[in-house]
């Protein structure tokens, strides 16, 4: 199975302050089709994680823009700039090239 | 609007069996391939499963780690998925989400607690 090694575990940041989330997998996630199905999610205490980033860097609809992703291969980012209050969760990366589908063991976000 | 609505969970035996269904709407149900993800409690979650869209026969394929014990299915005439689970396990107490495979629409998931 694919491992993702998501970095760091926890994170604390301060309302406008700008974070990266690093998720690095055991294996090229680049599908023989030439897509890369590195999405991540976040999940806000007591939902259902949503999707916020899929094929490494397109923005789900209704993202807010603050939300960017970036990465190839086997090396990826999350990116927010400029966390807000509604930002707090655990961020999920998830691939989807290769099964059995595999998730990161999650980053929480709080806000201090 | 996508909209999916498990129900069925609850707490079962070990050994037991205990069959999820999810209620879709919103889209057309039969162009979707559609997943069973679970999360265990304070974990990450983990993929059960596919199974695939009309164009694609509806084939399944599914993790290892529920392979033989699993089998997910669907009623395309009233949109609903299923997952059915047998032989359960303590390791398999989780909240459940039917997801639409690709799009990443997720359901608010139903709680499954395998205990004694």
């Known amino acids: 199975d694919v491992v993702l090694t998501q970095t760091p575990p926890t994170l604390s940041a301060t309302i406008g302050q700008s974070v990266s989330i690093s998720c690095r997998s055991s294996q090229s996630l680049l599908d023989s089709d030439g897509d890369t199905y590195l999405n991540w999610l976040l999940q806000r205490p007591g939902q259902s994680p949503q999707l916020l980033i899929y094929?490494?860097?397109n923005l789900e609809s209704g993202v807010p823009n603050r939300f960017s992703g970036s990465g190839s291969e086997t090396d990826f980012t999350l990116k927010i700039s400029g966390v807000e209050a509604e930002d707090l969760g655990v961020y999920y990366c998830?691939?989807?090239?290769?099964?059995?589908?595999?998730f990161g063991s999650g980053t929480k976000l709080e806000i201090k | 609007e996508v909209k999916l609505l498990e129900s069925g969970g609850g707490l079962v035996q070990p050994g037991g069996s205990l069959r999820l269904s999810c209620a879709a709407s919103?889209?057309?149900?039969?162009?979707?391939?559609m997943s069973w993800i679970r999360q265990p409690p304070g974990k990450a979650p983990e993929w059960l499963g596919v199974?695939?869209?009309?164009?694609?026969?509806?084939?399944?394929e599914y993790n290892p780690s529920v392979k033989g014990r699993f089998t997910i299915s669907r009623d395309n005439t009233q949109n609903i998925l299923y997952l059915q689970m047998n032989t359960l396990r303590a390791e398999d107490t989780a909240i459940y989400y039917c997801?639409?495979?690709?799009?990443?629409?997720w359901g608010q998931g139903v709680m499954v607690t395998v205990s004694s």
């Open positions: 199974i695939r869209n009309k164009a694609n026969g509806y084939t399944t």
């Open positions: 997801v639409t495979a690709g799009n990443w629409d």
């Open positions: 094929s490494v860097s």
């Open positions: 998830m691939q989807a090239t290769h099964a059995p589908l595999t």
């Open positions: 919103g889209f057309t149900f039969t162009d979707f391939y």
